[in-house]
Nanobody, 122 residues
Framework: QVQLVESGGGLVQAGGSLRVSCAAS????????MAWFRQAPGKEREFVAV???????RYADSVKGRFTISRDNAKNTVYMQMNSLKPEDTAVYYC????????????????WGQGTQVTVSS
């Protein structure tokens, strides 16, 4: 089992920045892919970014150039720096780990955190 705990969400004005973190515990491994998804009210959970242990990253087109995913394998923690935030970025942000399927699909991950709320005001 892997436990994931997100932190760092909050309220920010449009154009501002936030960094969210996800700490993993349990049967962790630096070889796991770790990802961020988000879910806005009334919408499906959508892919935001993923990081593989070798350093490869992928982003959703909607956040490319504004968000950066990174990881500290020694701390079993993945981060996402979010810059130039827009009101449409408002959502609950979820951390996911252990990829066994399509990295863009929420059904391809084995473990999830409880989520952290990010609200961007206009």
């Amino acid at each position: 089992q892997v436990q994931l705990v997100e932190s760092g969400g909050g309220l920010v004005q449009a154009g501002g920045s936030l960094r969210v973190s996800c700490a993993a515990s349990g049967r962790t491994s630096s070889s796991y892919a770790m990802a961020w998804f988000r879910q806005a009210p009334g919408k499906e959970r959508e892919f935001v970014a993923v990081s593989w242990s070798g350093g490869t990253t992928r982003y959703a087109d909607s956040v490319k150039g504004r968000f950066t995913i990174s990881r500290d394998n020694a701390k079993n923690t993945v981060y996402m720096q979010m810059n130039s935030l827009k009101p449409e970025d408002t959502a609950v942000y979820y951390c996911a780990a252990v990829l066994f399927g399509d990295w863009r699909n929420k059904d391809g991950y084995a473990y999830w955190g409880q989520g952290t709320q990010v609200t961007v005001s206009s």
